[in-house]
Nanobody, 129 residues
């Protein structure tokens, strides 16, 4: 399972770090990603990284502001979010799956064919003054 923490309310321009602890499977062999669902929108993959090659994808909407990372010793993945805007508000989900023969971008953008096996319950992030 995946257990998230770190969501909450942050002012525009502020920062948050989401954490996601994995248990019950071999974390370091799985591809991982962070997805978010904004109100009224479909869930989107915002950053994914493969286990085997470390191939990294970050969506244009968050590039330069958000950073995904993993600590295999702690079975934990992180999403550092900086310079946040109200458009970053939504429910954030951590996910793990595969390993896939695919790039981080394909995993993030094509969940129909590269569906993650494990999902966190979601963390609500609200960016507002």
């Amino acid at each position: 399972q995946l257990v998230e923490s770190g969501g909450g309310l942050v002012q525009p321009g502020g920062s948050l770090r989401l954490s996601c602890v994995a248990s019950g499977f071999t974390f370091d062999t799985h591809d991982i990603g962070w997805f978010r669902q904004a109100p009224g929108k479909e869930r989107e993959g915002i950053s994914c990284i493969t286990a085997s090659t470390g191939n990294l994808y970050t969506a244009d909407s968050v590039k330069g502001r958000f950073t995904i990372s993993r600590d295999n010793h702690r079975n934990t993945m992180y999403l550092q979010m900086n310079m946040m805007t109200p458009e970053d508000s939504g429910v954030y989900y951590c996910a793990a799956g595969g390993p896939f023969i695919a790039s981080g971008q394909r995993i993030c953008q094509d969940q129909k064919n590269y569906g993650m096996d494990y999902w966190g319950k979601g963390s609500l992030v609200t960016v507002s003054s």
